[in-house]
């Protein structure tokens, strides 16, 4: 069964009180850091635009959020975010996480000078019931920056898969209320989840549908050509 994708262009904190209560399984975004845009002296481009400058207030956030969603929410944020974030969930009676992502390619930038910007940190938040599909599982994850990234605070298609697969089953619905270009929803076709996904820029949002549409393309042509090239089992030798 194909996955059921529902894309939003909006303000999530609109959008939000409009969705039932409940009918959400996970939440796994990426909010506005409001810290990465700055001067950059020269050095390199830092700026980061309106990804990272969109106003974004966690608690109004997630009081709009915690009757949506039953299981886990995922909430990459900057280090200066991740308290708040954090006490504000265990308010809500979830148990929380810092999660880290290692990238094993950071920028060089400043190498010579400073120790390197090689993390980025996620508050985990688990309701009691949660699925977790893991087992004794540590809370850094290591994966490489995209070369050529679409959106300036892109995430890996592989670091989202892995989150979605620890703390989801098939079909279940997966929220991404600060949508991007959409590496949350081309996760969730990848995988069997259904999406929902909201993005108030329009040309964030165009960008989204389309690597998201081209996603269910790709997964639809390899069923596709698994139903006609069948894989082969290999033969097992018997040892001697």
């Known amino acids: 069964m194909a996955s059921k994708i529902t894309l939003i262009h909006g303000d999530c904190l609109e959008v939000l009180p409009t969705l039932d209560a409940g009918s959400v399984d996970a939440v796994v975004t990426d909010v506005p850091y409001n810290e990465v845009s700055r001067p950059t002296h020269g050095l390199r481009n830092l700026d980061k635009g309106k990804a990272d400058t969109t106003p974004f207030d966690a608690t109004t956030f997630l009081n709009a959020a915690e009757d949506v969603y039953t299981g886990s929410i995922y909430m990459f944020c900057g280090t200066e975010q991740v308290s708040l974030i954090r006490s504000t969930l265990v308010c809500m009676d979830n148990s929380t996480r810092v999660i880290v ?140």
Request: charged share 25%; glycine share 6%.
């Open 101 to 240: 992502w290692e990238k094993t390619n950071p920028s060089p930038m400043n190498g010579d000078h400073i120790w390197l910007s090689g993390i980025e940190l996620c508050v985990y938040g688990k309701k009691a019931g949660a699925t977790f599909n893991g087992h004794c599982l540590n809370t850094v994850l290591r994966y490489p920056v995209k070369n050529k990234q679409i959106h300036p605070t892109e995430k890996p298609i592989s670091l989202m898969e892995q989150l979605i697969l620890i703390s989801t089953s098939p079909h279940d619905t997966i929220l991404d209320p600060y949508m991007g270009s959409g590496t949350t929803g081309v996760a969730c076709v990848n995988l069997d989840r259904d999406f929902i996904g909201i993005e108030i820029d329009e040309h964030y949002y165009n960008i989204a549908k389309e690597r998201i549409e081209q996603a269910q393309r790709d997964k639809a042509e390899r069923e596709t050509q698994t139903e006609i090239f069948p894989t082969k089992r290999p033969k097992q030798e018997k040892l001697l």
